[in-house]
T-cell receptor
Framework: KNQVEQSPQSLIILEGKNCTLQCNYTVSPFSNLRWYKQDTGRGPVSLTIMTFSENTKSNGRYTATLDADTKQSSLHITASQLSDSASYICVVSRTVNTPLVFGKGTRLSVIA | ETGVTQSPTHLIKTRGQQVTLRCSSQSGHNTVSWYQQALGQGPQFIFQYYREEENGRGNFPPRFSGLQFPNYSSELNVNALELDDSALYLC?????????????FGEGSRLTVL
């Protein structure tokens, strides 16, 4: 079954600290993996997109890694800010014209 | 801002009614996909339209239907509303299919069914 599992479900960290979110998938055949940030009640915003051949990609303080062999990805947030409080959703794409598979997200709260 | 706009932002309907949600895609994008997001869950794919034709559908009943217009804007129609249809409905536009192109999401339409 094509699934995306994210952990932890929720996380609370102090402002300025780093954190890492995990994504494991069983989706096959793999095309690409995406991370989105979704503020409460708003639409998701793309952070990174990685294909099979890419194992790391950065977007400012966000760095995503991909291990296509173990079907795992992580999103590392450096020097967290209050504005990083949001849900982070991992999405895996299979071949063309098949639905994207979304994880349930990790809810991150950054506190002062 | 993503350049994708959705309307209305919030609406309340009663069970059995019908609803139409609208989405204007980003300029130059020929594909629109629709998603249902229940509270605390990830988005679930409803369907995708490419150049006015439906070319992918998720596990949703036929009472969920859609349209894409020549300017690539799109509508999502839901008939015979049920309580479980209460959710945030997201549309996303892309160049080419959602699988390969980067998705740009709108802010969503929050539907409450009473």
């Amino acid at each position: 079954k094509n699934q995306v599992e994210q952990s932890p479900q929720s996380l609370i960290i102090l402002e300025g600290k780093n954190c890492t979110l995990q994504c494991n998938y069983t989706v096959s055949p793999f095309s690409n993996l995406r991370w989105y940030k979704q503020d409460t009640g708003r639409g998701p915003v793309s952070l990174t997109i990685m294909t099979f051949s890419e194992n790391t990609k950065s977007n400012g303080r966000y760095t995503a890694t991909l291990d296509a062999d173990t079907k795992q990805s992580s999103l590392h947030i450096t020097a967290s800010q209050l504005s990083d409080s949001a849900s982070y959703i991992c999405v895996v794409s299979r071949t063309v014209n098949t639905p994207l598979v979304f994880g349930k997200g990790t809810r991150l709260s950054v506190i002062a | 801002e993503t350049g994708v706009t959705q309307s209305p932002t919030h609406l309340i309907k009663t069970r059995g009614q019908q609803v139409t949600l609208r989405c204007s895609s980003q300029s130059g994008h020929n594909t629109v996909s629709w998603y249902q997001q229940a509270l605390g869950q990830g988005p679930q794919f409803i369907f995708q339209y490419y150049r006015e034709e439906e070319n992918g559908r998720g596990n949703f009943p036929p009472r969920f239907s859609g349209l894409q217009f020549p300017n690539y804007s799109s509508e999502l129609n839901v008939n015979a509303l049920e309580l479980d249809d209460s959710a945030l409905y997201l549309c996303a536009s892309s160049i080419g299919t959602a699988n390969t192109g980067e998705l740009f999401f709108g802010e969503g339409s929050r539907l409450t069914v009473l």
